[in-house]
């Protein structure tokens, strides 16, 4: 077993020892080009070999519509932290109605590319899953005590960086998106309120971080 997948496993476990039943959310949280999504995606199997429903979905399916998100400004960092999403529609029709032990739920609502709603839906959820959220912002306080289980990524700068600049070219680097991370930063200290943080500068070997914050 690699070093990633046996984290992963130890990971799963102790999320499904803390909540064993019902409907659970464990939120996979970091700054842009922190890994999110490939993290929640390798976590999913992982939890449905130990026999457990999943249903995956990321707020990034839940955007505004780009009149509202750049109502700012193009360049505001407070535009991309407080207008980007549309935390409402999230929870009526993917979080709540998931607690709630609906079979039926939106997994994503707006196409934000295409600047277009869309409706895509998990169907036939039984009484016990588990749903697997990544995206940024996901500690911010009205949303953090939703999840049963939460997970912050830490990346360096420089890492982030590279990243973004390989994926999504030079642009993803506009103030809008670091300032608006460091905003996000200071006001809710998503790292300080993840249940568990994971150093995933190295995406293939991440590593466990215990944080000691006496």
Known sequence: ???RA???LEIAREVLSLNPAGRRIIAIDGVDGAGKTTFADALAPVLGALGEHVVRASVDGFHRPRAERYARGRDSAEGYYRDSFDLAAMR???IDPFLAGASEITTAAFDHEQDAPVDERASSIPRDAVLVIDGVFLHRPELRRLWHSSIWLD?????RDARLTARDGAGSLSTRYSEGQQLYLREANPRRAADIVI???DGEHPQRLFVDFC
Request: charged share 35%.
């Open 1 to 3: 077993m690699t070093e």
């Open 6 to 8: 046996a984290l992963l």
């Open 92 to 94: 009526d029709r993917l």
């Open 155 to 159: 990346i360096d700068d420089a890492v």
């Open 199 to 201: 150093d995933n500068n």
